[in-house]
């Protein structure tokens, strides 16, 4: 199993904006093979700072996901939005 921490910090008054765009790539990847989870939150009082906590089947499922076609159209459309670059974590499931 592979967990997946995506944090965004957006810039002021753009968070609708990438929401919008959002929208359609949460619908698409919910739907691909070997996702388990996928979900966007918000960081507690901060409300500029969107995270996606993934969970995936295997590493080959995340990246059939990031080979995806509206990954690679909307993911780079959301970067005209940070505030600065983040981290994306992956993680391994130890026990």
Not at 37 to 58: A, K
């Amino acid at each position: 199993m592979i967990k997946v921490v995506a944090k965004n910090i957006l810039k002021d008054g753009t968070k609708e904006q990438v929401l919008a765009l959002l929208e359609e790539m949460i619908a698409e990847t919910r739907k691909e093979e070997g996702c388990v989870t996928y979900e966007l939150y918000e960081l507690d009082g901060s409300p500029n700072t969107i995270t996606f906590i993934e969970e995936w089947e295997s590493l080959a499922r995340l990246t059939a996901h990031i080979n995806s076609e509206h990954f690679k159209r909307v993911i780079p459309a959301i970067g005209k939005f940070a505030a600065e670059d983040c981290p994306v974590e992956i993680y391994r499931r130890l026990k």
